[in-house]
């Protein structure tokens, strides 16, 4: 089964309005990333937190992990119809050698 | 610099044929993934090369079969297609232990007819 299951697996919102998609995860892990995928194009890493840190930023994107619900969240602020696309996390777990597992992805439209 | 590279990009098999799909990356990354997609889901590991010369066994293995030829390629071969594997294929590259991010090919879309 999936280690991480994002929720909501769809989202539908107004450019300019924030958007935020949540993963859980069943065991400890080393680290938790987002990815985005464009519609058939491959995965394109956006943001990496660490099992030690709590939030991170970078650009639009705030990241924020709790380890202790075994849960982690994705803000987008000030969304573009650009920001179109799945959003995927994955979680690499302490036990599993290098080996990076994938949620099933939440669905986010942007509309203009 | 191509980063991860996946040849062929599209591929329609008949069940029971076989087929080798091909990765290479040129990050001198330790470790390479394979990812199956299929609609409306997200990616689930087929298997996984910690280094040259180790692959170990993901998720979703059975019907597959891999080769970490050297550090830069890491193949996937199907040895007799089934309609099941009618999927969306990626090859991924980390640096060890997945410490960093992984960088992904633009997939192969194959489908088992």
């Known amino acids: 089964s999936q280690q991480g299951e994002e929720d909501p697996q769809a989202l539908s919102i107004q450019e300019g309005e924030n958007a935020t998609m949540n993963c859980s995860y069943k065991t400890s892990i080393n680290n938790l990333q987002w990815y985005r995928q464009n519609s058939g194009r491959g995965l394109v890493h956006l943001i990496l937190i660490r099992s030690n840190e709590r939030e991170k930023h970078s650009g639009r994107l705030r990241v924020t992990l709790d380890t202790s619900k075994k849960s982690s969240s994705l803000l987008i602020t000030a969304s573009r119809a650009a920001d179109t696309a799945s959003y995927f996390c994955?979680?690499?777990?302490?036990?599993?050698?290098?080996?990076?597992?994938f949620g099933e992805g939440t669905q986010l439209t942007v509309n203009p | 610099n191509a980063g991860v590279t996946q040849t062929p990009k599209f591929q329609v098999l008949k069940t029971g044929q076989s087929m080798t799909l091909q990765c290479a990356q040129d990050?001198?990354?330790?470790?390479m993934y394979w990812y199956r997609q299929d609609p409306g889901m997200g990616l689930r590991l087929i298997y996984y090369s910690a280094s040259e010369g180790t692959t170990d066994k993901g998720e979703v293995p059975n019907g597959y079969n891999v080769s970490r030829l050297n550090k830069r390629e890491f193949s996937l071969r199907l040895e007799s297609a089934a309609p099941s594997q009618t999927s969306v294929y990626f090859c991924a590259s980390s640096r060890p232990r997945g410490v960093t991010e992984a960088f992904f090919g633009q997939g192969t879309r194959l489908t088992v007819v």
């Open positions: 994955a979680t690499l777990v302490e036990t599993s050698g290098s080996r990076l597992t």
């Open positions: 990050m001198n990354h330790n470790s």
